[in-house]
């Protein structure tokens, strides 16, 4: 017979494309991407607080939520954050994909906000428009503490009216919500001109520095020739040195930009909202002008600790990106894991999920098959519900009942299956009473409005989770640790 030979199997595109950009093969564990980070169940309650205090702020305040997509064309970043700053220079996730197209991973989201209002037709719903997102962004910068490689932003905008109080209403709005959060901030204002005035404020400054050029860092130096205002918030000792007796943007304001200024400090003035000038806030992105403003901790010596968001006003930057008209615009962005450090090194009190109304036990091989369909008729019905099906032991399963705070349990076993019955146990009292499995719904009501609605406020603080139960708010900690499983409970139920 002929000698056959085995046809290698064609490869698919993705195999392809490894062997043409040479990836190597990795043998082992793989790991997170360095500047990435996982956010695991125990840490979810933070984030599900914080977004739900973010998202009930701006619904108050009657901002509709917007949400753009995490990849859009570089361009659109070249073009509204500025070609000559460092997140387009250096820290952008930008490249060609398989169509030819050059896109880019959002590096912040004020962009994609401004691009959507402009090709979406927003200008003809009535003025302002009221949007706020939170969601993602990535930079290829150095991770540090509260900033990763892929971090998050909660942030606001206001599009279509220049008016002052509406850059004092976005401060405003988010200093609250720090409070809120349980964290006091320092905030910090300053006015960086626009088009009319800035281009001879540049020109002094410019001046100034090429005295000290010598001085300069080596990002610095980069920047004298090609984005000067950034030379105020250079964090290098030296620089922020020679930044002290920098020109001043605020001295050198055109007459309607020192009016704006002015009306925005009136505006927090009769909020009753402290505040700090600060010329050397002028922010990183090249769309901004007049109002800038930061949030940060308090620091030492009278100084601002780390920052945990800001924001200004970016009137031109819809007018380079396609609108019909001038379409002035304000908006801040606020670091969600900055805001998340920030609370655990301060031990503040978290409000923890509600209570479930029911935990569902069950004991043998026929209970465990109609857990299932018990389960979703109790979700049906409205119980908020938790249940571990793969514990066989009674023990371990009450246990969980308990850690989960459960107002009641249901509990079936073999007994119950071939009686169709179920056991309903009262968590509180201990208290348990046999009743018909077709009567458990409207038992369970009838049982949990006799109780009345749980409207205890379950508050827990980062030293209290990590296993210290003395811990009160506002203890200062070593840090946050997570809550270890109960493995001894786990190795009963099995």
């Not at 753009?68 to 000559?84: N, W």
């Not at 071939?418 to 009567?439: F, P």
Request: glycine fraction near 8%.
């Amino acid at each position: 017979m002929p000698k056959t030979t085995k046809k290698a199997a064609p490869k698919t595109a993705v195999a392809e494309q490894v062997v043409k950009l040479k990836i190597p093969k990795t043998k082992g564990q793989l790991q997170l991407v360095r500047g990435m980070r996982d956010i695991l169940p125990n840490e979810q309650p933070y984030w599900q607080f914080v977004v739900r205090k973010c998202e009930h702020m701006a619904e108050v305040y009657g901002y509709d939520r917007i949400d753009t997509p995490i990849v859009e064309h570089t361009s659109l970043f070249v073009r509204a954050v500025g070609e000559a700053t460092d997140i387009v220079e250096k820290e952008m996730y930008a490249f060609q994909d398989k169509s030819g197209e050059y896109i880019a991973l959002r590096p912040e989201l004020t962009a994609g906000i401004a691009r959507a209002y402009v090709e979406h037709g927003m200008v003809n719903q009535p003025q302002p428009v009221k949007l706020f997102s939170w969601g993602p962004f990535f930079r290829h910068d150095r991770p540090q503490a509260g900033r990763y490689r892929q971090a998050h932003h909660f942030g606001a905008e206001i599009i279509g009216s220049a008016e002052p109080i509406l850059d004092a209403e976005l401060i405003s709005i988010a200093y609250h919500l720090y409070q809120e959060l349980g964290l006091d901030v320092v905030v910090q204002v300053n006015s960086i001109g626009d088009a009319a005035c800035r281009p001879a404020y540049r020109g002094q400054l410019m001046e100034y520095y090429k005295k000290h050029k010598r001085e300069l860092c080596e990002d610095c130096k980069r920047r004298l020739a090609k984005n000067p205002l950034r030379l105020l918030d250079c964090k290098v000792d030296h620089c922020k040195e020679l930044a002290q007796n920098a020109p001043q943007t605020i001295d050198h304001l055109c007459e309607e930009c020192k009016t704006h200024f002015t009306q925005v400090l009136e505006y927090l003035d009769s909020a009753e909202i402290v505040y700090q000038l600060n010329p050397r806030i002028v922010r990183g992105l090249d769309y901004y002008t007049r109002t800038a403003f930061e949030f940060a901790l308090p620091g030492e010596n009278g100084e601002p600790g780390m920052a945990l968001g800001g924001g200004g006003r970016y009137d031109g930057l819809l007018a380079s990106l396609g609108a019909r008209e001038a379409t002035p615009a304000v908006g801040f962005g606020l670091g969600i894991e900055r805001i998340i450090l920030a609370m655990k090194e301060r031990n503040v009190p978290m409000l923890l999920p509600p209570r479930p109304d029911v935990f569902f036990a069950q004991i043998g091989a026929s209970a465990r098959k109609r857990s299932l369909k018990i389960l979703e008729d109790l979700r049906k019905a409205g119980f908020r519900v938790r249940a571990n099906l793969t514990r066989e032991a009674l023990g371990p399963q009450l246990g969980l009942a308990d850690r989960y705070g459960a107002r009641f349990a249901l509990i079936l076993g073999q007994k119950e299956i071939i009686d169709e019955t179920i056991l309903l146990r009262e968590m509180l009292t201990g208290s348990q009473e046999v009743i018909d499995i077709e009567k458990m719904i409207p038992e369970l009501k009838k049982r949990l409005d006799k109780l009345g609605p749980d409207t205890e406020q379950r508050m827990v603080t980062p030293m209290q989770e990590a296993g210290d139960p003395n811990a009160q708010p506002g203890e200062d900690g070593e840090g946050f640790k997570p809550p270890v499983e109960d493995v001894a409970d786990e190795k009963k139920g099995k």
